[in-house]
């Protein structure tokens, strides 16, 4: 959780320099107001939260996201709910007026460094322009189901995201087919939208371009310590990398 909240700090300020950054009791507000529906984050922050106070940040958190122009999701951590609130979630998300998106996992490991990573089917290259940057975009919103143009809104023009990020496609016969990147985060390397082309999925692109990123941002940095939250399709890849899962995580955007 405290991975997110400050690694979606600067990737949201990045977008949006006017965006709605907060820390409020319990709930911390990384809110860019993209079509980017990632770029739009709220998540709940504290610990052992009982099911009183678990039903009151649920509402204050979709109070917050009713406020905006673009949709976004609600991120809760499994494990900082107390054992005997966990059960009720789910109803207390449907008072609040949320609908479970889709699940995921928290994954870290102390896993670097890697040794140099490859793959006989892709060249690798860092994103350094705004044409690599667009197809980092495209690949995520294939990959997640987003129309081109959101992910194009979220990514396209960022200066960080070509310097700042370590930013990676994958390339099969030149064409851009996966994308990952890694980003400095309170002293670890946070992996954020590592992404394939369905029409290039299975082929263990995703593996190999996330290793690359892991081995370009900790050969940069020196960390070796390394987050990430893994959709429930992405999960396998990660622990063959050294990544541990921790708390599951659950996404949750406004009913319709």
Excluded at 57 to 67: H, K, N, W
Excluded at 158 to 180: E, F, I, Q
């Amino acid at each position: 959780m405290e991975q997110l909240s400050v690694g979606w700090r600067t990737l949201v300020l990045d977008r949006d320099a006017d965006a709605d950054v907060r820390d409020l009791p319990g709930v911390a507000v990384r809110w860019a107001d993209s079509r980017f529906a990632f770029w739009n984050c709220v998540t709940l922050t504290d610990p052992d939260t009982g099911a009183a106070q678990l039903e009151q940040r649920l509402s204050q958190a979709a109070e917050i996201m009713r406020t905006k122009k673009h949709p976004g999701f609600l991120w809760v951590f499994e494990d900082l709910i107390a054992d005997g609130a966990r059960g009720s979630l789910s109803a207390a998300a449907e008072q609040a007026g949320l609908a479970h998106a889709f699940p995921g996992t928290g994954m870290a490991g102390d896993l670097l460094p890697l040794p140099e990573p490859g793959h006989p089917d892709l060249t690798f290259v860092r994103v350094s322009t705004d044409e690599q940057l667009q197809a980092y975009a495209d690949i995520n919103s294939r990959a997640y189901g987003f129309p081109l143009e959101d992910g194009r809104d979220g990514l396209v023009g960022s200066a960080l995201w070509k310097n700042g990020v370590y930013a990676y496609l994958g390339l099969r016969d030149g064409v851009p087919v996966t994308c990952a990147a890694t980003v400095e985060a309170q002293g670890r390397l946070f992996v954020v939208l590592v992404a394939t082309d369905p029409a290039w999925e299975r082929h263990g692109y995703g593996e190999a371009v996330t290793r690359k990123a892991l081995y370009e941002g900790g050969r940069a940095t020196g960390l070796t310590r390394a987050t990430l939250h893994a959709t429930e399709a992405g999960a396998p890849v990660y622990p063959r990398i050294g990544f541990q899962p921790n708390s599951p995580i659950h996404f949750f955007s406004l009913k319709e």
